[in-house]
């Protein structure tokens, strides 16, 4: 069954249509599926149970193209975390479309079909801490694991799902061009903002010593 085929062979409360999100609850979490206007298929997922010490409960999968990489099938993806009280503003960037840009190794029909495997995919693979931890090794030139822009994928292993990083994936992506051309362009931003910090300080050391000056006149 093709990705696709998915959404026209589920019943009831599993069906997206007309661009609406129709929700799927089921304690502790709610599950919550959308096909964007660009074809992009949105998943945005609550966590009753989240710990209060992470700031968030929801978080949101907005899946993109897919690629291969050292044999592997990754798909570009954009992530958000945010809390689902949180307000909701129309042509701003609001928590929830806040987006991190990642790499993930997901098997889509489990995604969409079962909510073990999802869980695993939104809670434990796309763990803020986890992949900004990823994102900042990604902008290193020598990290001790290189990644990029990847974070892994989820696997079933001891009668669970659990996540897992490929070295071979995390390497290929970390020393691509994209990746190299991202990491200059992140060390010149680093640079600028060095630059900017150093030209006001210079700016306020000059108006306090004309202020003595003055002064002391």
Request: with cysteine; hydrophobic share 30%.
């Given at each position: 069954m093709s990705f696709f085929d998915i959404f026209k062979n589920k019943k009831e409360n599993n069906i997206i249509?007309?661009?609406?999100?129709?929700?799927?609850?089921?304690?502790?979490?709610?599950?919550?599926?959308?096909?964007?206007?660009?074809g992009n298929y949105r998943i945005d997922f609550l966590d009753h149970n989240a710990d209060f010490k992470q700031f968030y409960d929801s978080t949101r999968l907005v899946i993109g193209n897919s690629k291969v990489i050292s044999n592997k099938l990754v798909y570009d993806c954009l992530v958000s975390w945010y809390n689902h009280s949180d307000a909701e503003y129309i042509g701003q960037i609001d928590s929830r479309r806040d987006y991190k840009h990642v790499l993930a190794e997901l098997d889509i029909n489990l995604l969409f079909t079962d909510e073990n495997y999802c869980r695993a995919v939104m809670i434990d693979l796309l763990n803020q801490k986890r992949v900004e931890r990823y994102l900042a090794s990604g902008l290193e030139e020598q990290p001790e694991i290189p990644c990029g822009e990847y974070v892994g994928g989820i696997r079933f292993k001891n009668n669970s799902y659990t996540k897992y990083f490929d070295t071979d994936v995390g390497a290929k992506v970390h020393f691509s061009k994209e990746m190299s051309e991202k990491r200059a362009e992140y060390k010149l931003h680093q640079e600028q903002k060095r630059q900017n910090i150093i030209n006001s300080k210079k700016a306020m050391i000059q108006k306090l010593q004309e202020e003595i000056d003055e002064i002391e006149r």
């Amino acid at each position: 069954m093709s990705f696709f085929d998915i959404f026209k062979n589920k019943k009831e409360n599993n069906i997206i249509k007309n661009n609406n999100a129709i929700n799927k609850t089921s304690m502790p979490q709610e599950i919550s599926y959308l096909r964007e206007n660009n074809g992009n298929y949105r998943i945005d997922f609550l966590d009753h149970n989240a710990d209060f010490k992470q700031f968030y409960d929801s978080t949101r999968l907005v899946i993109g193209n897919s690629k291969v990489i050292s044999n592997k099938l990754v798909y570009d993806c954009l992530v958000s975390w945010y809390n689902h009280s949180d307000a909701e503003y129309i042509g701003q960037i609001d928590s929830r479309r806040d987006y991190k840009h990642v790499l993930a190794e997901l098997d889509i029909n489990l995604l969409f079909t079962d909510e073990n495997y999802c869980r695993a995919v939104m809670i434990d693979l796309l763990n803020q801490k986890r992949v900004e931890r990823y994102l900042a090794s990604g902008l290193e030139e020598q990290p001790e694991i290189p990644c990029g822009e990847y974070v892994g994928g989820i696997r079933f292993k001891n009668n669970s799902y659990t996540k897992y990083f490929d070295t071979d994936v995390g390497a290929k992506v970390h020393f691509s061009k994209e990746m190299s051309e991202k990491r200059a362009e992140y060390k010149l931003h680093q640079e600028q903002k060095r630059q900017n910090i150093i030209n006001s300080k210079k700016a306020m050391i000059q108006k306090l010593q004309e202020e003595i000056d003055e002064i002391e006149r």
